[in-house]
């Protein structure tokens, strides 16, 4: 049985959605951070979205690469 090939070709699109979902899940719970009284909730929301933020920078360079692989014929 022969591997399956990679195929890149929707790969920037992928990419931009996951990127697109996560600042939107940042910011569901930037609204949740300000309308709660729950301390410990906040926190954890805020450490959440530190951890969401440091995704989206390494999807961004993840991008520009995938990006740079389509205009030069993914070699």
Known sequence: MNPKL???????????????????????????????SDKKLREELKDKNERREKAVDSMKNELRGEAWARENGYE
């Open 6 to 36: 990679d195929d890149r070709n929707d790969n920037v699109e992928k990419i931009q959605e996951h990127i697109d979902n996560t600042i939107h899940n940042m910011e569901l719970a930037d609204d949740m951070i300000s309308n709660t």
